[in-house]
């Protein structure tokens, strides 16, 4: 073997050398930041299971569908509630909740949606109503 050859290989083991040593400290660093607690850990979760349950209900139920406009007077009074609540709502209202496929999600949506009927005293859950309370 050459003496140039030999360079080359060598210079080329010390590069690969100082990348190695680049990402091992890289490895270090990370592994030195302290872990998160409990609480924080909970707190992350509990955003990221908000956002995407947020995501997938503007999907389900997009605020920009058009609806007939009705007057409050065409809308039933006597008609079907909201699962697992009192508060009357219209069949429209049913078959939007009706879409969301999880049943603990549509169930949590119903009650913030019951909630919210009763804070600002609706007497029936109409489809504008329903798309503004149903955002968490």
């Not at 039933?76 to 009357?88: D, K, M, N, S």
Request: hydrophobic share 45%.
């Amino acid at each position: 073997m050459s003496d140039a050859n030999v360079d080359a290989r060598l210079a080329a083991l010390e590069s690969k050398l100082g990348r190695l040593e680049q990402l091992l400290s890289a490895v270090f660093d990370k592994l030195d930041r302290p872990a998160p607690s409990a609480d924080e850990a909970r707190r992350g979760i509990q955003a990221w299971v908000t956002e995407y349950v947020s995501l997938r209900l503007q999907q389900l139920v997009p605020e920009t569908c058009e609806h007939p406009e009705r007057e409050a007077d065409a809308v039933v009074a006597e008609g079907p509630v909201l699962p697992g609540t009192r508060i009357r709502c219209t069949d429209e209202v049913l078959r939007r909740l009706g879409r969301i496929p999880i049943p603990f999600v549509r169930q949590m949506v119903a009650e913030k949606v019951a909630e919210t009927a009763r804070a600002e005293k609706v007497g029936v859950v109409d489809v504008t109503f329903f798309e503004r309370a149903a955002t968490f």
